[in-house]
């Protein structure tokens, strides 16, 4: 125990270095633009550089790199040393306050969605106080924000920011209502539950769809799958355990609070659950998270596959965002208390929960849209692609109540009882999980289930965030003006309650009735594709919300819809090159040889003995013969629609062709090559099989 006490953030320049390596009035000053975005001067960022350069040398860096999160879905870096000359030739370690603050890495090569021509090249990084800075091997890593040099955000990380000020400003509004005047800001707070599979590497080098692609394109259902159930919360393999041991020693070492790991229901597949962070920071340890696994599972000769759907016919992973806001002064404001019906504070911004995902549902959709999340969402193993809230059996009811200005009956504790006297007895929830929603009450919380597992938390706190800040602007608009409050916030209440109950549902979000009763009955949207929803992040009410509270500006939404449509596009395509070539390259060949082979079989039996007929090699010859005719037809129309399509100019135009053509052509495909798989000779099937990858890792 005492080594990873002494371990943990050993790698992190974090608020116990910074007492102990900065003067009193610099530390102060750096906590008062941490906690209340305070300007920070040259002569402290000075300090703060040459601290954090000896500290850092201290534990073996060499380098430093400006870290930011730009829109490839993956961090970025450019390493510089912190050797300068001296006069007598040799060299010394320095880092000024100006290379904390500011770096100027080449912005014409990132997604820009047209905010940038590839020959304007200067773009800036800029030092994000609010997350410590870091030691990733021997470099010194700062966390950033990137823009273009016209001031455009062209990263995840400062629009995140921007959201976090506009929800904190509408949230002390709605706190100075109540009277708590002694809150100085408002953070949110996330959890990402992180799902991730793991395969032999050796395997996954025999396989050019994970490669490529990071999913399996091809492949048959194995005999044995995830039916059994006895995977999810197993013994773990020693194998994994170890790659387990590694990775959380790795990440307490960078102050990355993972608490749980346990295998998931597919076989191959796990979690990693952390304790709450702030947004931005636990955005950056998630992206941390990610990058690390797949280090360290390849130090284990494993392959970390963070795709949404690496293999049909078993779960898909996604992340959980557990979301909620917190006070400086420790309080959770989704806290419903003892008393709930009561808590009045809790009950608006509850009710500001609620309208907000109503109002705001198809910007949730759009923030967890990506190719490998559309086979994912409504596949009985995420939540459905139609957006709603489970709220549970008391909280369901105190509304009601307070909208049909009824009674509340507070519903009695139950003492859960086991029928053995040794084991405890404890008091049951109020109310039960509901998995099969998208959008939960868990307590104190709320639990968005939608995201995939190679998203960045950013976007979907983004949208979140925003919407959130926009229910509350509302509510402060009126009720500060009001002449009763108290009468004003009971009918704000009770208004929200009526106006937006249509995404209240407890229910079974897997049942195919629900999908119609909420489309047809409660106008609920039902988003399936990435090509489906991205559009509507341009629509008038999505773009004026988000400009009004400074999160974005027309021009990046505008950047974002494109470079979002673009990367659907291009993965897609990507996937559809890919089965090609190994059908050309492989497959065929390979079924073709194993045709040949039983024919050669068959002609020697007969040559020895004519009587002898052949019945399985012949029926077998017939159906492999018939399937590679059928592939062949079926790759060259693939090829055929994968050149037509590069011949769209307009990128919704484009999507919608993919959607409707090119996805349902590699699924024809897929059935003839999997099929053909059942038939042919293991030891002549190019590929590892599922059953290979899937039960591989022991």
Not at 92 to 117: N, V, W
Not at 344 to 365: E, G, S, T, W
Not at 493 to 503: A, F, L, N, S, V
């Amino acid at each position: 125990m005492k080594k990873v006490t002494e371990n943990f953030g050993k790698m992190v320049f974090d608020d116990r270095v910074m007492k102990a390596t900065l003067s009193a009035k610099v530390y102060a000053s750096v906590k008062k633009t941490i906690d209340e975005g305070a300007e920070l001067d040259l002569a402290v960022a000075n300090a703060v550089a040459t601290a954090m350069k000896d500290w850092a040398v201290a534990n073996g860096a060499t380098h430093y790199t400006h870290w930011f999160q730009p829109l490839t879905g993956i961090t970025a870096e450019k390493h510089d040393s912190f050797i300068s000359p001296s006069p007598d030739g040799g060299v010394i370690m320095e880092f000024s306050g100006k290379e904390l603050i500011k770096g100027e890495p080449d912005a014409s090569s990132f997604p820009s969605g047209g905010l940038r021509a590839t020959f304007e090249a200067r773009g800036y990084t800029a030092w994000d106080p609010t997350s410590y800075a870091f030691i990733k091997g021997t470099t010194l890593c700062i966390p950033t924000a990137f823009c273009s040099y016209g001031g455009e955000a062209l990263d995840k990380k400062t629009p995140l920011l921007r959201s976090m000020e506009a929800l904190n400003k509408q949230a002390i509004r709605i706190l100075r209502l109540f009277g708590n005047k002694d809150v100085k800001y408002v953070r949110t707070s996330v959890g990402p539950e992180q799902e991730y599979f793991l395969v032999d590497k050796e395997m996954y080098d025999k396989r050019p769809d994970l490669i490529y692609t990071g999913r399996t394109l091809f492949g048959s259902k194995p005999p044995k799958g995830q039916e059994m159930d006895d995977h999810y919360f197993g013994v773990i393999k020693p194998r994994v355990a170890a790659f387990m041991e590694e990775l959380n020693d790795e990440l307490w070492k960078l102050g990355i609070l993972a608490k749980t790991e346990h295998n998931e229901v597919a076989p191959a597949q796990h979690e990693l659950a952390p304790i709450y962070a702030t947004t931005n920071i636990a955005t950056d340890h998630n992206q941390l998270t990610m990058e690390i696994m797949q280090k360290v599972a390849s130090r284990h000769g494993l392959v970390c596959l963070l795709h949404e759907k690496p293999f049909a016919g078993v779960n898909g992973s996604g992340k959980h965002n557990n979301w909620s806001m917190t006070t400086d002064t420790g309080v959770n404001l989704l806290t419903p208390g003892e008393t709930p019906y009561e808590n009045a504070q809790f009950l608006l911004l509850l009710c500001a929960v609620i309208k907000a995902v109503d109002d705001y549902q198809d910007l949730l959709r759009i923030s967890v849209a990506t190719a490998g999340n559309d086979h994912r969402l409504g596949a009985n193993e995420a939540p459905p692609a139609v957006v709603s809230m489970f709220l549970g059996d008391e909280l369901s009811a105190i509304l009601e109540a307070i909208e049909t200005d009824t009674p509340y009956l507070a519903a009695k504790k139950t003492k859960m009882k086991l029928g053995v006297d040794v084991l405890p007895k404890f008091t049951r929830d109020t109310t039960d999980r509901n998995r099969t929603s998208p959008f939960a009450f868990t307590g104190n919380k709320f639990e968005f289930r939608a995201l995939g597992s190679s998203n960045s938390i950013a976007c979907v706190n983004i949208m979140l965030n925003a919407a959130v800040a926009e229910s509350l602007k509302i509510y402060a608009d009126r009720l500060e003006g009001a002449e009763d409050f108290s009468t004003a916030l009971h009918e704000m209440i009770k208004k929200t309650i009526k106006d937006h109950k249509r995404i209240i549902f407890n229910g079974n979000g897997y049942d195919d009735s629900w999908i119609e009763e909420a489309t047809k009955k409660r106008g609920l949207l039902n988003y399936r594709t990435t090509a489906d929803c991205m559009p509507h992040l341009l629509d008038k009410k999505n773009v004026d919300m988000l400009t009004a509270h400074h999160i974005y500006t027309k021009a990046e939404l505008q950047a974002r819809m494109e470079i979002m449509l673009e990367n659907y596009c291009k993965t897609i395509i990507i996937e559809a090159t890919t089965m090609v070539d190994m059908v050309k390259k492989d497959i065929l060949p390979a079924v073709s040889g194993y045709v040949y082979d039983l024919a050669k079989t068959a002609k020697t039996k007969l040559e020895v003995d004519s009587s002898i007929t052949c019945g399985y090699e012949k029926s077998t010859i017939k159906k492999l013969s018939e399937l590679t005719d059928r592939i062949s037809v079926e790759v060259e129309t693939l090829e055929d629609i994968v050149v037509k399509i590069a011949d769209y100019d307009d990128i919704c135009e484009e999507a919608y062709a993919i959607r409707d053509n090119l996805l349902s052509q590699m699924s024809i495909l897929r059935l003839a090559c999997d099929e053909a798989e059942t038939m042919c000779s293991k030891k002549y099937w190019p590929y590892p099989s599922y059953g290979d990858l899937l039960f591989g890792v022991r």
